[in-house]
């Protein structure tokens, strides 16, 4: 090595080690120092479990279990906890995690209580699913003020109450699964204000009454399942030549359906009505539908030889008033 290369490696050598030195404690400890006070503050509120042994003050937040920091900023943007033993009460400092965009809590058992207020400071939220739970109480009306949410998950739950009108005050949710709660009431007539298409509207396995909404005339949904409530009315309205509708769900309700005149479309694929008070007969159109069940309603004449209609097993047709031809026996 000539005098003069071995000068310059000198001189470079400790701007290198300098640099190496500035360099590491930042590629170790990528997690923002906010996210990370918070994240111990959950911890500690859930009283140090076992389970978030890896939420270590000492170590970068971002290597943690249960939680995903974005990949150019670093702040936390997702957290889960799913199927744990986790005892206690939602941690209301989950509220503090600013950039969330996803939060999944799921299946813990014993966790009850209500859904904390400081929910409403996460402004960047987009999915929310708070499912097998113990949730109680009624669904939180400010909820609504979560205006990025566009997906929304309370299932298998035991929130009670009437579903709250806020939620259509969220302008891109397009997925509701409000199923096996017990909820009551109606179903309320400004969700038909989340048109935007293929809202996905799931509110099965609860206690809901009354008439569908005349507004949903106007809806066009994706799948649609308000199956086992107490609905009656005509249940008509969701169908409709224009609609791109692949899925309906209304059985065991109280609905009032005359299936002669309803309109349906090729996009509609599966179609339950099941356990209904559905009269009339069935139409043509019907047999472009890939899964069909008009069971238990007091529908009559002859099934229409067309598309699948004849391909579904018999009980997708029986014990209704006065139905006839095959898959069922042949009309007198
Ligand atoms: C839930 O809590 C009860 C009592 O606090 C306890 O006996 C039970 O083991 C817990 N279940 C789980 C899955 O942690
Ligand atoms: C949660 O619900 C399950 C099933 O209903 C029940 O076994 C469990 O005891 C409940 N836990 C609490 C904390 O209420
Ligand atoms: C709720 O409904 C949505 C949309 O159909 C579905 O993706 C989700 O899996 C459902 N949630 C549960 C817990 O089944
Ligand atoms: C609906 O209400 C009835 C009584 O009115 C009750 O027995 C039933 O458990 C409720 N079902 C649900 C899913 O909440
Ligand atoms: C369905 O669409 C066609 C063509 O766009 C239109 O002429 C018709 O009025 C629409 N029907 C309904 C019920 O909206
Ligand atoms: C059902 O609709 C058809 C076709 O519009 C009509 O002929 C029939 O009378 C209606 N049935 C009843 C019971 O209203
Ligand atoms: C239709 O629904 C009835 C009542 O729930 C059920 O017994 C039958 O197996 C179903 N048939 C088909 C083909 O889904």
């Known amino acids: 090595m000539s005098p003069a290369r071995r000068l310059l490696l000198l001189r470079l050598l400790p701007l290198l080690t300098l640099s190496l030195s500035l360099l590491r404690p930042a590629s170790a400890d ?11 503050r959950i911890k500690s509120a859930l009283n140090n479990p076992y389970h978030l042994a890896s939420w270590d003050p000492d170590t970068d937040c971002c290597t943690w279990y249960c939680l995903k920091c974005h990949d150019a900023t670093h702040r936390v943007f997702s957290l889960f906890f799913l199927q744990d033993d986790l005892p206690g009460q939602i941690p ?3 509220g503090d995690l600013t950039y969330l965009q996803g939060l999944n809590l799921q299946k813990l058992s014993n966790f009850s209580g209500p859904i904390p207020e400081s929910f409403t400071k996460l402004k960047y939220l987009q999915f ?16 609504g003020q979560l205006k990025s949410l566009t ?15 806020s939620l259509s005050t969220i302008p891109g949710l397009n997925s509701i699964n409000l199923s096996r709660n017990q909820l009551t009431g109606k179903i309320p ?11 996905n509207l799931i509110l099965s396995h609860n206690n809901l009454s009354g008439k569908l909404p005349v507004t949903f005339t106007g809806v066009n949904f994706g ?4 199956s086992r409530n107490k609905l009656q009315g005509d249940a008509s309205l969701v169908f409709g030549m224009n609609k791109t509708t692949y899925y309906v769900d209304i059985s065991r309700n109280q609905f009032e359906v005359n299936l002669s005149k309803a309109e349906f479309s090729e996009s509609l694929t599966y179609l339950y009505m099941d356990h209904n008070k559905i009269y009339g007969s069935i139409p043509k159109a019907m047999g472009s539908s890939h899964f069909l069940n008009v069971s238990y309603n007091q529908l009559c004449g002859e099934i229409p030889v067309s598309g699948r209609l004849q391909s579904f ?11 006839c031809g095959a898959p069922l026996d042949s009309c007198k």
């Open 92 to 94: 209301s400092a989950i």
């Open 151 to 165: 997906y929304l998950d309370l299932s298998f739950n035991k929130l009670t109450g009437s579903i709250p009108d």
């Open 128 to 143: 929310l699913s708070i499912s097998w739970l113990n949730l109680t109480g009624p669904i939180p009306s400010f909820l």
């Open 313 to 323: 097993d018999y009980t997708a047709y029986f014990h209704n008033r006065c139905l």
């Open 30 to 40: 990528l997690c923002h120092p906010e996210d990370k006070e918070v994240l111990l």
């Open 223 to 226: 799948k649609l399942d308000l």
């Open 189 to 199: 007539a400004s969700l038909a204000n989340l048109k935007g298409n293929g809202l």
